[in-house]
């Protein structure tokens, strides 16, 4: 199995604030990485795909970078709507993982 | 717009066999897109279940793998979910998913279902 690790596992933050969660994998999977957001009680929703693809309606204030075993999600000017849970996923191999998760808090 | 479904029972007995189907509207699950589940137990993280192609091929996690079928029914344009054999560790809000392609075999989750939680308790 692929291990990701995500850091760190809680970030407390103020608005306006730039922030980045970082996400190591235990072995190389190139860029082939998603970043998700979740909310209490919600499903996750997809953020970024192919390590800094952004999906369709994110909005560019996010964004992604990295490749191999390391990886970044940057978020340039955090909003009141982006305190969450944000989880990492590999799509290397067909046994997908994800990283254990980043909770984003009102600091 | 592509919108998932979860249905099944929220109260499974240990030692019985969970079924969940997931019903899909706006996207036909025959055509170039994994569908898939997902699971989150209460306050963690998320693990994979597993996923089946259009094509009919399916994908399990291998620590769950004596105990997951997932299929599909083209005409209803729906997929399930069964898994065998519960403990009080099965316990989670399972999420049907539509998986985009990545390499060959895996995928990334676009569209999610709402999830539906799970309790294995007698």
């Known amino acids: 199995d692929i291990q990701m690790t995500q850091s760190p596992s809680t970030l407390s933050a103020s608005v306006g604030d730039r922030i980045t969660i970082t996400c190591r994998a235990s072995?190389?999977?190139?860029?082939?990485l998603a970043w998700y957001q979740q909310k209490p009680g919600k499903a996750p929703k997809l953020l970024i795909y192919?390590?800094?693809g952004l999906e369709g309606g994110v909005p560019s204030r996010f964004s992604g970078s990295g490749s191999g075993t390391e990886f970044t999600l940057t978020i340039s000017s955090l909003q009141p709507d982006d305190f969450a849970t944000y989880y990492c996923?590999?799509?290397?191999?067909?046994?997908?993982?994800f990283g254990g998760g980043t909770k984003v808090e009102i600091k | 717009q592509v919108q998932l479904q979860e249905s099944g029972p929220g109260l499974v007995k240990p030692s019985e066999t969970l079924s969940l189907t997931c019903s899909v509207s706006?996207?036909?699950?025959?055509?170039?897109?994994?569908w898939g589940w997902i699971r989150q137990p209460p306050g963690k993280g998320l693990e994979w279940v597993g996923s089946?192609?259009?094509?009919?091929?399916?994908y399990y996690n291998p620590s769950l793998k004596s105990r997951v079928t997932i299929s599909l029914d083209t005409s209803k344009n729906q997929f399930s979910l069964n898994l065998s054999s519960l403990t009080a560790a099965d316990t989670a809000v399972y999420y049907c998913?539509?998986?985009?392609?990545?390499?060959?075999?895996?995928?990334?989750?676009?569209?999610w279902g709402q999830g539906t939680l799970v309790t294995v308790s007698s």
């Open positions: 706006g996207y036909s699950i025959s055509t170039g897109y994994y």
């Open positions: 996923q590999q799509y290397s191999t067909y046994l997908l993982t």
């Open positions: 072995q190389s999977i190139t860029d082939w």
């Open positions: 998913a539509r998986g985009r392609p990545g390499t060959v075999g895996t995928s990334y989750p676009d569209y």
């Open positions: 192919k390590a800094s």
């Open positions: 089946i192609y259009g094509s009919g091929s399916t």
